[in-house]
T-cell receptor, first 115, second 112 residues
């Protein structure tokens, strides 16, 4: 299985600012995903980030609010822009190799608190 | 649309008790099914998976069998430990693009 790291592990940010979260994988992977986990809730997919193409966003998430980069097969960033307290969540990246039915492996998450 | 329904928690058990967490799903086609576990303060870890009907996934004493006739994937463990205290998520994957659909999660608390 892939080893995934995220930076920062946690942060406290002020309303109106932006935070960029990094996701690094120890091997090349086809597919990377960004999820949000609001307090006490399940995971919601924000977008799929594939190298060499624009990220694909799920309903309710837009590029202006959550711009994503995927410059190569081992790295991706998610920016949470113009933050409000409602953005306080854990943000997780995950990876998959693209084979049909293959499992996803998750990073440790970034715990974001917006004040 | 696709959906996953899990039993509500928290589920509180004594050590060495039998654990069952119910999971049922609605999906088109033939999904793959997964159980993930989230320990306090950590990310998600894949616990087990099954990719076709009647497959049994198993890991760390946990088991789940893919039942197409009842659209279920219940998680079981015969004797839980305090270290099994965590939130357990059932999830399904219906396409090759890797979009996982998660259940709401079930918190399990095991007491000594």
């Amino acid at each position: 299985s892939a080893v995934i790291s995220q930076k920062p592990s946690r942060d406290i940010c002020q309303r109106g600012t932006s935070l960029t979260i990094q996701c690094q994988v120890d091997s090349q992977v086809t597919m990377m995903f960004w999820y949000r986990q609001q307090p006490g809730q399940s995971l919601t997919l924000i977008a799929t980030a594939n190298q060499g193409s624009e990220a694909t966003y799920e309903s309710g998430f837009v590029i202006d609010k959550f711009p994503i980069s995927r410059p190569n097969l081992t790295f991706s960033t998610l920016t949470v822009s113009n933050m409000s307290p409602e953005d306080s969540s854990i943000y997780l990246c995950s990876v998959a190799d693209g084979r049909r039915g293959s499992e996803q492996y998750f990073g440790p998450g970034t715990r974001l608190t917006v004040t | 649309g696709n959906s996953v329904t899990q039993m509500e928690g928290p589920v509180t058990l004594s050590e060495e008790a039998f654990l069952t967490i119910n999971c049922t799903y609605t999906a088109t086609g033939y999904p793959s099914l997964f159980w993930y576990v989230q320990y306090p303060g950590e990310g998600l870890q894949l616990l087990l998976k099954a990719t076709k009907a009647d497959d049994k996934g198993s890991n760390k004493g946990f088991e789940a069998t893919y039942r197409k006739e009842t659209t279920s994937f219940h998680l079981e463990k015969g004797s839980v430990q305090v270290s099994d205290s965590a939130v357990y998520f059932c999830a399904l994957l219906t396409d090759s693009w890797g979009k996982l659909q998660f259940g709401a999660g079930t918190q399990v608390v095991v007491t000594p």
